[in-house]
Structures are given as structure tokens and as C-alpha cells.
């Protein structure tokens, strides 16, 4: 039987039909997110020390967190991302996830291509993770992806974010005191944890709030709250004689 002119664009209406269809659904799923406890804990993502230095703001800056994470920085390809999603996993509306990108776009921290399918336009990005490929490759830190994948990241406030981020780049691993708080002999902890530092578990951050705040440009005002934050979410905690005790995945609940 042969097929015939009106046959053939019905045939042709109905795979574009099937095809946005099948779009619409991949789209759909990239509004889907839920937080989990029990995500992955072993995932982690190298994040720049300077993210904190430099002036950005502290939206963008909790925006490029979950980028990170998004992001598999192995890869060369730009990854999809709805912007329902960064908002859920931020904790920022969506307006602001718009200028906070439109920010993150003009510097070393994020590449963003427009693509066009149709009647669908869409962003995707890559971000950056080095200022100076051959100088600071490896200053950074590491932050597990369960900070965001637990829903605990899109709870802090933006005041509370940058400051665990400042402690991070600030906090100092010792080894001595590691094994004396967590029961080890010297000789039971190989001293070679020392140079992989997403094996231990927390280190010290012993530079004033008030410096943290100023390095992390965010106001010194009530800083009791957003610190409350973080020993609530068992990212940090306080121990007089020492300073902060700063958590890589948040402390469990003994």
C-alpha cells in the first residue's frame, strides 16, 4: 500500500508530537527533588579557597556550591540543571538564582551556554575550579555533597553559609589532637591521613569570628545566630581552649 501525502505528515506530526512529549517528561525530572539523609556520604567536590576571598556575593557564592555539586568536574561537559531545582537545593528563589548566575557568568567561576530545542531554551553550565590552573590547582578544600543532597545546605542562611565556608579555608588539621579526641594511638592512625584530608573527619579553626566575618564579607552583627545554625546542623562545634571544631560531614548525633 502506498503512502501518501496526507500519510506522511500525520506520520511527521506524530513523532514531533512523541519527541516534545519525551522532552516535556526529561524536563519534568529535572524539577524533581527531594532531600535525603540518606544520600551518599563519600562524594565530595574540590571548591576554590579564593570563592571566599573574592568579592562575590554571598548568593552566588551559595549558588556555585551547588553547581559544584551538580557538576562532575572529571568531565569536560556542561551539565543540566533546572533552575526549580538550584532553588530547592540552595534555599534562594528563583529571581535571584537568575542574577546570581548572570553574576557567576562574568567571572572565572562559572561558564553558561544557551541552547535552543525547539520552542524550549535552556541554560547549562560548567563551573570553574581553579583561578590559575598551574599555580592553584590545589587550593582548595573539600566539600562532601551530602551538605546539599541532605536538604542541610538550602536550610542555612546565607550569613550561615559563608561563615562555614570561611572556617573551612581557615581550619588547620592536627594530628595529635585528632588522635587523643578520637581515641586513636599515635601509632593506630597512619600519619599519611595527613595528606588525604577528605579521610578525616573535622579540623580546627582557630581565627576569631570577627576576622572570619571580614574575610567572608558578611556583617559581625549577631553572629551568635547563623554560628547557632551550624552547631544545630552538627557542622561545627565550640571548644573554648581551642576554637571551632569544624565538621567535613555534619556531626552524628551520638
Not at 121 to 143: A, L, M, N
Amino acid at each position: 500500500m502506498k503512502r501518501t501525502k496526507g500519510n506522511i505528515k500525520l506520520s511527521r506530526a506524530l513523532r514531533k508530537k512523541r519527541t516534545n512529549e519525551a522532552l516535556q517528561r526529561s524536563y519534568d525530572k529535572l524539577k524533581d527533588w527531594t532531600p535525603s539523609i540518606s544520600s551518599n556520604k563519600t562524594y565530595f567536590r574540590k571548591i576554590p579557597r579564593f570563592l571566599v576571598t573574592e568579592k562575590v556575593s554571598l548568593p552566588a557564592r551559595a549558588l556555585y556550591i551547588v553547581l559544584c555539586c551538580e557538576d562532575n568536574y572529571q568531565s569536560k561537559k556542561y551539565i543540566q540543571v533546572s533552575q526549580a531545582i538550584l532553588s530547592k537545593k540552595s534555599g534562594l528563589s528563583i529571581p535571584t538564582i537568575i542574577n546570581a548566575v548572570n553574576e557567576l557568568r562574568g567571572s572565572v567561576f562559572l561558564k553558561a551556554k544557551k541552547i535552543n530545542e525547539g520552542q524550549r531554551r535552556f541554560w547549562t553550565y560548567k563551573p570553574g575550579y581553579y583561578k590559575k590552573k598551574e599555580i592553584e590547582r590545589d587550593d582548595c578544600f573539600f566539600f562532601f555533597t551530602y551538605i546539599v543532597e541532605s536538604g542541610i545546605w538550602s536550610q542555612l542562611s546565607l550569613r550561615a553559609k559563608s561563615l562555614y565556608l570561611a572556617m573551612r579555608i581557615f581550619s588547620e588539621f592536627d594530628f595529635m589532637l585528632y588522635c587523643e579526641v578520637e581515641g586513636y594511638e599515635h601509632n593506630e592512625l597512619n600519619e599519611e591521613i595527613k595528606n588525604i584530608p577528605f579521610q578525616y573527619k573535622w579540623e580546627l579553626c582557630k581565627i576569631s569570628l570577627a576576622e572570619l566575618c571580614t574575610t567572608a564579607g558578611i556583617s559581625y552583627s549577631n553572629i551568635h545566630i547563623p554560628v547557632k545554625e551550624l552547631i544545630k546542623f552538627g557542622l561545627i562545634d565550640h571548644v573554648d581552649e581551642y576554637g571551632y571544631i569544624v565538621y567535613q560531614l555534619p556531626k552524628e548525633n551520638e
